[in-house]
C-alpha cells in the first residue's frame, strides 16, 4: 500500500509525478471464475454453485465482488457455467460483467480464461468460491503473484519452491511443511502478454490443454512465465472442498 499512500502527500507537483509513475501498476480488472460444478460438495452443489453459497452471513461471489470494488477494480469479468442462470441478477451491477463458459462441461479451468484472453491486463484472477477474512486486493501491484499459505500437515495441494527474490521456480504436487498455491493470482500486464501469447496457440492446437487446469499449462512455461509468490498468514484465505471444511470455519451454515 505504499504506492497508493504516496499520492496523498507531498506537494500537487509531487502528487502528480507520483501519480503518473504509479500508473503502469493500477489494477486495470478482475477475472472471476465461476463455471465448475464444485463437485466435491455434491449434493449441496447439485441445486447451487458453489460460488454462490452463503458463509458466514455472505454469498461467497458477493463478498469477493465487493472486496475487488472496495479496492477500485472497476470491472469485474464474472465466468459462468454450470447454472450459469443462478449468477444471472449479478449482471446488474455496475461493475460486474458475465461471460458465459460454453466449454464448461468438457474442458477444464483454461476454457474459463479463454472466455476472457482479451481482456487480461492488469488483472487479478479469482476463484468464485474463495473466502477472505480480510481484503487481499490493492488498487496498484508492481509485479505478478500466485498467492500462498503455509501448512505443516500433508496435503495434495500445489506446492511452491522459489528463489531469493521470491520467485516461483518449482510446482510439486502434493507435500508438508511448505507454502502452496491458495487463493487469488495477479497478472501484471506483460505477464498477461506473453501468457496470452503462449496460452492463445496451446489451447486451440493441443486438446490436452484445454482439460487441464491453467495453473498447470504454468506448470510447463515457468521459465517463460514469471510469477511471484506471495504469503498470507492462515486464517486469511479460505477454500472450501468438502462439507467439513465449511463446518469448520462456520458451523451454523445449512
Known sequence: MQLYTVQKTGSAAQRLRARDALTPYRVKNAVLMAAGYGSRLAPITDQIPK???RI???????????????????????VTGYRSEQFAYLGTHPHVHIVENPDYRRYNNTSSLYCVLDELDNTYICSADNY???????????????????????????????????????????????????????FAC???EQFRRLFKRAYETDSTVREQL??????????????????????VVY?????SDILAFDPKFR
Open 190 to 192: 506483460s505477464f498477461s
Open 239 to 243: 477454500e472450501f472442498d468438502t462439507l
Open 51 to 53: 460460488g454462490l453459497l
Open 56 to 78: 458466514r452471513g455472505e454469498v461467497l461471489v458477493e463478498r469477493q465482488i465487493e472486496q475487488l470494488v472496495e479496492a477500485g477494480v472497476a470491472d469485474i469479468f464474472l
Open 132 to 186: 477472505f477474512t480480510k481484503n487481499v486486493f490493492a488498487p496498484y501491484v508492481y509485479r505478478s503473484y500466485y498467492a500462498a499459505t503455509y501448512r505443516d500437515e500433508p496435503t495434495e495441494e500445489y506446492y511452491l519452491s522459489v528463489d531469493a527474490d521470491d520467485r516461483i521456480t518449482g510446482v510439486q504436487i502434493g507435500g508438508a511443511q511448505g507454502w502452496y498455491m491458495m487463493g487469488h493470482v495477479y
Open 214 to 235: 491453467w495453473e498447470q499449462f504454468y506448470m510447463r512455461h515457468l521459465d517463460e512465465l514469471a510469477l511471484y509468490r506471495k504469503c498470507y498468514s492462515q486464517g
